[in-house]
């Protein structure tokens, strides 16, 4: 029973739009929200994260929403690049402990 | 600025062999974790250590051992591979006070046959 779920395994957006990535949650307890971003062959690297007792969080192109009544999160790229095209990865963490969403591939087309 | 290093990239083990996947990180960081990435399923949780002597269980551990002796290394031994353990393994670590932010190595490719 998976407590983090990404529903879409795939994006795709013309370069300069928006992308959305949404990501559902279970568990009540978690208290940070995180984004992670992977290319091929490489390990995932942080992108950006929120705090349980936030809604939203803002750095350059990337902001995440949080609703917590809906035990949902999103990722808004804004505006989209080639280079963001890769694998992002929703978690949420409970301490240190990360449970992982399944994933999106984003591809942003030039 | 070496960060998480994981050894080897890639590995093919027959059923019943056992090896072991190397991790190491030079940042000093307490909390070090294992992850294994299969398609559609993100990255589960194998095991965990929030400081040398101190190892917990994660979410599939069964087939996994670990031990951490010291601060820089947490190797995940393998005990009698299994083809459902091919997979990308992934070791991370971070500060125990951190949100969650975890630094990543760049994979080990596991085949078994």
């Known amino acids: 029973d998976q407590q983090v779920k990404q529903n879409s395994p795939s994006l795709s957006v013309q370069e300069g739009r928006i992308s959305i990535l949404n990501c559902d949650y279970t568990n009540s307890m978690f208290d940070y929200f995180l984004w992670y971003k992977k290319y091929p062959a490489e390990g995932p690297t942080f992108l950006i994260s929120i705090s349980s007792i936030k809604d939203k969080n803002e750095d350059g192109r990337f902001t995440v929403f949080l609703n917590k009544s809906a035990k949902h999160l999103s990722l808004h790229i804004v505006p989209s690049q080639p280079g963001d095209s890769a694998v992002y990865f929703c978690a949420a963490s409970e301490g240190n402990k990360l449970t992982f969403g399944g994933g999106t591939r984003v591809l942003v087309k030039p | 600025n070496a960060g998480v290093t994981q050894t080897p990239k890639f590995q093919v083990l027959k059923t019943g062999q056992s090896m072991t996947l190397q991790c190491a990180q030079d940042m000093n960081h307490e909390y070090m974790s294992w992850y294994r990435q299969d398609p559609g399923m993100g990255l589960r949780l194998i095991h965990y250590s929030v400081g040398a002597g101190i190892t917990d269980q994660g979410e599939v551990p069964n087939g996994y051992n670990v031990s951490r002796s010291t601060t820089e290394d947490f190797p995940l031994r393998l005990l009698s591979a299994a083809p459902s353990q091919t997979s990308v393994y992934f070791c991370?670590?971070?500060?125990?006070?951190?949100?969650?932010?975890?630094?990543f190595g760049e994979g080990s490719r596991l085949t078994v046959l």
């Open positions: 991370a670590s971070s500060l125990p006070s951190g949100a969650g932010e975890l630094f």
